[in-house]
């Protein structure tokens, strides 16, 4: 989250691991999985995180 805060980071970028697998290693830009790109997913993400936080104020 450091580098991510702290870098010039392209938007709508994904940060990760550049190590074997995307486990562990330094922070780099990488391509987001699958469900990552899942406009469906996404949208359920936003209804849950909306359900949780309540109403924003006015």
């Known amino acids: 989250m450091l580098y ?3 870098q010039d980071v392209p938007g709508n970028s ?3 691991p550049d190590g074997p697998g995307g486990f562990r290693g ?4 990488r391509r987001p999985g699958r ?3 899942d ?4 949208g359920r993400l936003w209804d ?3 359900e949780l936080v309540g109403p924003l104020p006015q």
């Open 26 to 29: 330094s922070p780099t830009v």
């Open 35 to 37: 469900a990552g790109l």
């Open 48 to 50: 849950a995180t909306a």
């Open 39 to 42: 406009p469906a997913m996404a």
């Open 4 to 6: 991510a805060a702290t």
């Open 14 to 16: 994904y940060i990760g």
